[in-house]
Each structure stands twice: as C-alpha cells, then as structure tokens.
C-alpha cells in the first residue's frame, strides 16, 4: 500500500499560524511524522491504513469518513503539525552544532516562549484528538474499523487523548514524605504542635 499524507503543506500554511516563508521541506516531515504518530494513535492501525487506502485509490472518503477526515483529523494534524515543527523551526542543526536562528529585524523567542507555544497548539491538538474519538463512538456503526484490532503487532486506538502534565502515582499516602502513622490531621504532624 502507498503512503497518503493526509494534509499538504498549503493546508498546514492556509489553517495555523505557520507563516508561508518557513520551508516547506520542514513542514512535510512533520506533517509525516505527526500523521504516523498522533493520528494513528488517534485511530488505530486497521482505520488509519483504510484511510489512507482510500485516499491513494480513490482521492477522497465517503459519508462518515469524509466527515471525520474533515472536520476532526485534518485540523488535528495540522496542529500536532505545529507542536512537532516548533523545536527545529526554533533552532537549527548545522554540521558544527546546534544554533538558534537570529533576524536582523526580530529577537528569537526564549525556550520558555516556545514551549508556551508548544502547549498551545498541544491543547488544540488534543481537544480535536478527543473530538476524533467521540465521533467514532458516535458512529460505530458506519466506522466498523476502529473496532477492528487483531495480532500482537497492531496499534490499537488510543482511550486518553488528554495529556494533563500531571503526574498522580497510585499511591495512598497522600501525605508525602511524612510517615502514615501522623494520620490525616495536620495537627499531628511534626512542627505544627503548639
């Protein structure tokens, strides 16, 4: 089966803020890149090669495939897209090292900039990652593939398309490094006795 890339660089450049003088040599790895990773993640192996079957025979989808194509995986991509391009758009590797790209015009944004813009265009990715997923749930019946998952081998489906940043261990002891027996009550923790 051929390789379908799902959105074109003028699609990344028309639907995000991705400016059209960034190369598009850049963009199309990424939109490759973020195709294989996050939308097959999205959608599971056996949907993710039927879409892209389809669209290498026959250039388009049909009924709730189009839908889903459209209105939720394209946006989907073109964001995670962004996300995946932000670091090597931000820097660039030469023979000698890493460099930070300057303009006489412009001051390069700081690390901490860039990474706000990353979780900018994560967030988006991930509400349209979810909006992905609930409407295949929605329409179980005409996008039977997603359901579709057998050998050792298959990426199935992702069921948590929100990455929080937060780290909660399964673990109990909510009270941190303070041993379990100080219980629940502040008071009987060591330094706050009157």
Known sequence: MAYAQFISTDYVFTYTTIPNDVSPQIINKFIRKSQDIEIQGYLGETLYFKLMNDFATTGGYTASYYTLMNTWVKPCL???????????????????SLVLKTSDYSQPATLKEMEFMRTEFLNSAEYYGERIREFILNNQQTLPEYWQTTGIDRITPRQNNYNSGIYTPRNNNWLGNYP???????????????
């Open 180 to 194: 379990i027996d100080y219980g629940a009550n502040p008071d009987n923790w060591p330094g706050n006795h009157q």
């Open 78 to 96: 073109a964001e995670y897209v962004v996300y995946h391009s932000l670091p090597s758009i931000y820097l660039s590797i030469t023979n000698k």
